[in-house]
T-cell receptor, first 112, second 115 residues
Framework: NAGVTQTPKFRVLKTGQSMTLLCAQD?????MYWYRQDPGMGLRLIHY???????AKGEVPDGYNVSRLKKQNFLLGLESAAPSQTSVYFC???????????FGPGTRLLVL | SQQGEEDPQALSIQEGENATMNCSYK?????LQWYRQNSGRGLVHLIL???NEREKHSGRLRVTLDTSKKSSSLLITASRAADTASYFC???????????????WGLGTSLAVNP
């Protein structure tokens, strides 16, 4: 089992460009999450999904959109990247909203 | 909003010593989880302790939970250089407290184990 995978691993964007981060899990988890991690800020939840076709806003959703068209995939989109979105992005999945979360290796994004 | 607060923020010890880090939280919980993050990597789950449990062990890890004090501690015994990482606690709010049902993360303790 691959667990949770993320693509790409690293990306440089110019301000205003768009991109999509892909997260895939092979554990048949209902719940999936997108976090961003910044120095001194810990993990902050961007969006999450409680099942295929559902999405919900987390703590810091502005500037991001998500989609969960298939149970195993959770996409995070940046429509118009800003330097404030420079961060490391982690995807995670779990059986239940309060159960163990399994994390991907992260995507390092630099917005110039 | 942060529920768990780890203490200390940073800890530096010698190989072979024990490392203790603490997590305090504000509202009642269903469970508390500890995760490890090696530099540049994703978080890895270590232990989940439920509100009706007081202590759990996993190899060299020992977690305690004191719900009366709203605190938990993670003890790593006989530390190794490979234990160098950041350690995070995450709390799952209880149903009857009207808490957010999602995990709430602390800011982490950075542990350095020197060879």
């Amino acid at each position: 089992n691959a667990g949770v995978t993320q693509t790409p691993k690293f990306r440089v964007l110019k301000t205003g460009q768009s991109m999509t981060l892909l997260c895939a899990q092979d554990m048949n988890h209902e719940y999936m999450y997108w976090y961003r991690q910044d120095p001194g800020m810990g993990l902050r939840l961007i969006h999450y999904s409680v099942g295929e076709g559902t999405t919900a806003k987390g703590e810091v959703p502005d500037g991001y959109n998500v989609s969960r068209l298939k149970k195993q995939n959770f996409l995070l989109g940046l429509e118009s990247a800003a330097p404030s979105q420079t961060s490391v992005y982690f995807c995670a999945s779990s059986y239940g909203t309060q159960e163990t979360q399994y994390f991907g290796p992260g995507t390092r994004l630099l917005v110039l | 909003s942060q529920q768990g607060e780890e203490d200390p923020q940073a800890l530096s010890i010698q190989e072979g010593e024990n490392a203790t880090m603490n997590c305090s939280y504000k509202t009642s919980i269903n469970n508390l989880q500890w995760y490890r993050q090696n530099s540049g990597r994703g978080l890895v789950h270590l232990i989940l302790i439920r509100s009706n449990e007081r202590e759990k062990h996993s190899g060299r890890l020992r977690v305690t939970l004191d719900t009366s004090k709203k605190s938990s501690s993670l003890l790593i015994t006989a530390s190794r250089a490979a234990d160098t990482a950041s350690y995070f606690c995450a709390t799952a709010g209880s149903y009857n407290a009207g808490n957010n049902r999602k995990l709430i993360w602390g800011l982490g303790t950075s542990l350095a184990v020197n060879p």
